[in-house]
């Protein structure tokens, strides 16, 4: 297993566009976090999904962000009508929850640009 | 919720050791981690604590008391591959177990 995945690395798009990114998990991983980092500051959680199921999604996560993960596995997450706020690095980290024990491990993230 | 805090910026010579100190405040801490990134890079994975006292890898220890809200972490025999933002995150099970993360430690290994 080669660890988080993310798709893609980077992506340059126009304000008013839309964007969407693929993340996929450790594969044996239950948990699946997507989080926001601007510079300077540590990741901002977002959302988060249990298998399939998505459980809580931050305030931070306004009606243009929405995110999948349609069979437990792989997930997206797309943002609609970017704006130029949205310039981040959006992260994935994915965990298997064992009773109250988990470790993230994070994607190497895509970096978005919104011109 | 929780607040973490941690200095923005530190500098050491390549050899040296740093302690960088991390405090919070957290209602159901259920755990303290420790990530380190590259610049550009994603998070990884260096340490947890979430009983008192040391935890020992390598070059790398990582110390929680939890009755102060206090965490450090010690890198030893600095190399410059070990400057790097250093991020302390707490674990907080009345927040379904989910991380808040400090805003990183960038450290500097100058020879």
């Known amino acids: 297993d080669t660890g988080v995945s993310q798709d893609p690395r980077h992506k340059i798009t126009k304000r008013g566009q839309n964007v969407t990114f693929r993340c996929d998990p450790i594969?044996?991983?239950?948990?699946l976090y997507w989080y926001r980092q601007t510079l300077g500051q540590g990741p901002e959680f977002l959302t988060y999904?249990?298998?399939?199921?998505?459980?809580?999604k931050s305030r931070l996560l306004s009606d243009r962000f929405s995110a999948e993960r349609p069979k437990g596995s792989f997930s997206t997450l797309e943002i609609q009508r970017t704006e130029q706020g949205d310039s981040a690095m959006y992260l994935c980290?994915?965990?298997?929850?064992?009773?109250?024990?988990?470790?993230?491990?994070f994607g190497p993230g895509t970096r978005l640009l919104v011109l | 919720g929780q607040n973490i805090d941690q200095p923005t910026e530190m500098t050491a010579t390549e050899g040296a050791i740093v302690q960088i100190n991390c405090t919070y405040q957290?209602?159901?801490?259920?755990?303290l981690f420790w990530y380190q990134q590259h610049a550009g890079e994603a998070p990884t994975f260096l340490s947890y604590?979430?009983?008192?006292g040391l935890e020992e890898k390598g070059r790398f220890s990582s110390f929680l008391s939890r009755s102060k809200g206090y965490s450090y972490l010690l890198l030893k025999e600095l190399q410059m591959k070990d400057s790097a933002s250093y991020l302390c995150?707490?674990?907080?099970?009345?927040?379904?177990?989910?991380?808040?993360f400090g805003a990183g430690t960038t450290v500097t290994v100058r020879a």
């Open positions: 999904f249990q298998n399939e199921a998505q459980l809580e």
């Open positions: 980290a994915s965990s298997l929850v064992l009773g109250t024990g988990e470790t993230q491990y």
């Open positions: 594969s044996e991983h239950n948990r």
């Open positions: 957290t209602s159901g801490f259920n755990g």
């Open positions: 995150a707490v674990r907080d099970l009345r927040n379904d177990y989910k991380l808040s």
């Open positions: 604590n979430v009983l008192d």
